[in-house]
Antibody, heavy 117, light 108 residues
Framework: EVQLVESGGALVQPGGSLRLSCAVS????????MAWVRQAPGKGLEWVSV???????FYADSVGGRFTVSRDESNNTLYLQMNSLRADDTAMYYC???????????WGQGTLVIVSS | DIVLTQSPGTLSLSPGERATLACRAS???????LAWYQQRPGQAPRLLIY???RRATGIPDRFSGSGSGTDFTLTISRLEPEDFAVYYC??????????FGQGTKVEI
């Protein structure tokens, strides 16, 4: 059974950092495209980052230079390192398996990040 | 970038009725395809339709997708109580991922 379980969300001050984790079971993170998608409170969906085969990442313009996506195949986990956080980064962050260059087939339940002083 | 505009913003219907949701792209596209997602309150999104008309695994056949060019439609033939949710369209198939539409809320 495929499962994605996010963790690491928290209340953080503007300018702070946070690392999100997505523990995966049921498939190997190293063999699939993986993504982070976020949703601000009451708003729509926004893809944040995608990690393609060979470790090549893409980032949305809104987070480029501040966020870094990575994976650890030894513990089958996807990460999102978030630096220089801003209030508009406040959102539920979902990890997802990308089955075809942006087609998000499996989703976790999300982890909430709140950026506020 | 291609912008997806969904309409209406909110659709008020009763169980058993037919729902028709629209998604319009700002321009035609190549090497990209259209998907639909459902998001129930408090839940993660769920993939419903890909390649404009193909149902994802486990999706009931009351959900159907159609369209081409710049105009696409998601139809729910007879609304079940669990279908009252927000629906998003999105383009995929070429990096980076396409943006999502703003969503259509189907409410009772």
């Amino acid at each position: 059974e495929v499962q994605l379980v996010e963790s690491g969300g928290a209340l953080v001050q503007p300018g702070g950092s946070l690392r999100l984790s997505c523990a995966v079971s049921g498939f190997d993170v190293g063999r699939h495209f993986m993504a982070w998608v976020r949703q601000a409170p009451g708003k729509g969906l926004e893809w944040v980052s995608v990690l393609y085969s060979g470790g090549f990442p893409f980032y949305a313009d809104s987070v480029g230079g501040r966020f870094t996506v990575s994976r650890d195949e030894s513990n089958n986990t996807l990460y999102l390192q978030m630096n220089s956080l801003r209030a508009d980064d406040t959102a539920m962050y979902y990890c997802a398996r990308d089955m075809n260059l942006g087609l998000f087939e499996y989703w976790g339940q999300g982890t909430l990040v709140i950026v506020s002083s | 970038d291609i912008v997806l505009t969904q309409s209406p913003g909110t659709l008020s219907l009763s169980p058993g009725e037919r729902a028709t949701l629209a998604c319009r792209a700002s321009q035609t596209f190549t090497n990209r395809f259209l998907a639909w997602y459902q998001q129930r309150p408090g839940q993660a999104p769920r993939l419903l339709i890909y390649s404009a008309s193909r149902r994802a695994t486990g999706i009931p056949d009351r959900f159907s997708g159609s369209g081409s060019g710049t105009d696409f439609t998601l139809t729910i033939s007879r609304l079940e109580p669990e279908d009252f949710a927000v629906y998003y369209c999105q383009l995929y198939g070429s990096p980076p991922p396409g943006t999502f539409g703003q969503g259509t809320k189907v409410e009772i």
